[in-house]
């Protein structure tokens, strides 16, 4: 079973809506993006890259969340989507690719530490429109660097 264009663009919609919203901190708008039930696992960088941390269902996202408080800033940049149809009518799953920006600042020292990672998802259709219901963020690489300026989050 193939996908439509309608449900790609949706899909489409739906990754940059959740980079968009964590980017501008909106992080209530980014827990609607998932389903009640979702699973959203989460590497523990630097020693752990791979998915090895379970959050579930909206508050499990909400919690996940709450880790970025110490980042002035992020930047997720979507430079790969794959989307394909599951087994069943309104089921999806996709592999994006993203470059994540993290800045922190420790006195007037800025620091970037840049995530290169993918996103492996399950989609659900819901009455509100797809949905993630699963989530795994594998780190593929980790960079540093340091960055002269930063741009207050409005």
């Keep these: 079973m193939s996908l439509d ?14 980079a ?5 901190r909106r992080f209530a708008d980014v827990v609607e993006l998932f389903t009640d039930t979702a699973e959203f696992r989460l590497p523990a960088p630097p020693q752990e890259l791979n998915p090895v941390r ?50 922190t600042r420790s006195g007037q020292e800025i620091s970037d530490t840049v995530w290169h990672l993918r996103y492996d ?10 949905r993630i219901h699963g989530r795994a963020l594998t780190i593929n690489a980790i960079e540093t660097r340091a960055a002269r300026r930063l741009r207050e989050q409005p």
Excluded at 121 to 130: I, K, Q, V
């Design 54 to 103: 379970l959050h579930c269902g909206r508050a499990g996202v909400r919690t996940a969340m709450a880790t970025l408080a110490g980042v002035a800033r992020t930047e997720h940049a979507v430079v790969g989507e794959v989307y394909t149809a599951g087994p069943e009518a309104g089921y999806a799953l996709g592999r994006i690719t993203c470059i994540a920006h993290h800045w």
């Design 20 to 24: 968009a919203g964590v980017d501008d």
């Design 5 to 18: 264009p309608a449900d790609r663009l949706a899909l489409a919609d739906l990754v940059h809506l959740y």
């Design 121 to 130: 998802d399950e989609y659900l259709r819901t009455p509100a429109g797809w």
